[in-house]
Nanobody, 126 residues
């Protein structure tokens, strides 16, 4: 089964940018539906972005649309989340996730995903 490891989190000022990476092993990410989620203390895990299996279509939460871009690089078996124009409310632990999928659909529910990384902290200061 696929294993996922996130990296790239850190502390950034409002208006700045970060790029998160999600490196996969024991599985090819283009064969999975992939997702990015985030979570703050006391709240449920929140959908951020998803990339479909196969053709790699993307879909975003309204709160990040136009600022965040999800992509994947097959040669490195890695998914990315480019985050621009960051806001303090983007502060959270960010997780990548994978779902075995045959349909090429978008998945925005955390419960849809079976495989998760350990998370990486993103902190945006005002």
């Amino acid at each position: 089964q696929v294993q996922l490891v996130e990296s790239g989190g850190g502390l950034v000022q409002a208006g700045g940018s970060l790029r998160l990476s999600c490196a996969a092993s024991r599985g090819t990410i283009s064969n999975y539906a992939m997702g990015w989620f985030r979570q703050t203390p006391g709240k449920e895990r929140e959908f951020v972005a998803t990339i479909t299996r196969g053709r790699g279509g993307t879909y975003y939460a309204d709160s990040v649309k136009g600022r965040f871009t999800a992509s994947r690089e097959s040669a490195k078996n890695t998914m990315y989340l480019q985050m621009n124009s960051l806001k303090p409310e983007d502060t959270a632990v960010y997780y990548c996730a994978a779902k075995i999928d045959a349909s090429g659909s978008y998945y925005i529910g955390a419960r849809d995903y079976a495989y998760w990384g350990q998370g990486t902290q993103v902190t945006v200061s005002s």
